[in-house]
Every structure is written in structure tokens, then in C-alpha cells.
């Protein structure tokens, strides 16, 4: 074996769960994690028959959303947040009055900002107001 393969952690596991490029967004975190919850739904209801303890069954349910369901978006909200973080340290936005924060948005242009990327190129910074009292 040349051993250039990754190595297996929990971390490349939880990575394959998550849609990297769905971190800025917090209504893709919700929309994976309800299409996840859909598809533990199902395997649940497939495996009702299998199972012969009906509490074997629920402890199974309930695992199965902490790890598929809840886990993954625990860790993407955890992204997200550092995506928030990251936009902020772009300059020009972050003392922009159309820049909402909380969605690293531009709510002039309706585009994500990045620390990198301002969508408006600088021509639509218009600054925040300064209370001097
Ligand atoms: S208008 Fe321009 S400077 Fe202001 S938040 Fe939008 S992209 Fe940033």
C-alpha cells in the first residue's frame, strides 16, 4: 500500500454528512438536516419489523437522530458561525449599513459577503450612521 489515503476520523465521516459549500446559509443547515431526519424516518420504519424489542427500537431511533441528524448540524452551525466571523473581517461591509451581520448578507445586493469578496466592488458602500453623543 502507498498510504496516501486519508485517514479515517470521525471528522472525514462527519464531513461526508455536511454540504460544505451550505455553511453561509442557515436555511440549508435547517433544509439537510430535515431531509436528514426524513431518511432516519424511513430506515426507522423499514427496520420496525426487524427489530424485536420495541425499546431496542427507540433506543436505535434516538441514536440514529443524534448521530445523523442533530450531530452534522451541530457541526455545520459551528461552520457557520465561523463563516459569520470570518465575513466580518471584511472591512468595507462590516461598516456598511446594508450588512447584516448575522446572515453575512448584503441586504442591497442580496448576495453573501465574504472576508475576501465584496459583491458591490466598493461602489454601493454607503456608512454606517456615527452616533457622537
Ligand atoms: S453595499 Fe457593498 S459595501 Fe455595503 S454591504 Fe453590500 S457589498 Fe458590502
Known amino acids: 500500500m ?11 465521516v462527519t464531513e461526508s454528512f455536511l454540504n460544505i459549500s ?10 439537510w438536516g430535515l ?3 426524513a431518511l432516519v424516518l424511513v430506515g426507522a ?25 442533530i450531530y452534522p448540524a451541530q457541526l455545520a452551525w459551528r461552520k ?3 463563516e459569520v466571523r470570518q465575513a466580518a473581517r471584511n472591512g468595507l461591509c462590516a461598516t456598511c449599513r446594508y450588512y447584516l451581520a448575522d446572515e453575512t448578507l448584503c441586504s442591497k445586493l442580496d448576495e453573501h ?6 459583491p458591490c466592488g466598493g461602489e454601493g458602500w454607503d456608512p454606517l450612521p456615527i452616533n457622537l453623543n
Request: one cysteine or more; a negative charge; charged letters at 5%.
Open 22 to 31: 451550505s455553511y453561509p446559509f442557515v436555511g440549508s443547515i435547517i433544509y
Open 2 to 12: 502507498c498510504g496516501t489515503s486519508p485517514p479515517f476520523t470521525l471528522s472525514t
Open 80 to 82: 457557520h458561525l465561523a
Open 45 to 69: 420504519w423499514i427496520l420496525y419489523a426487524y427489530v424485536p424489542q420495541y425499546s431496542d427500537w427507540w433506543t436505535l431511533f434516538f441514536v440514529s437522530i443524534s448521530v445523523v441528524v
Open 35 to 37: 431531509i436528514r431526519f
Open 113 to 118: 459577503v465574504q472576508a475576501e469578496y465584496t
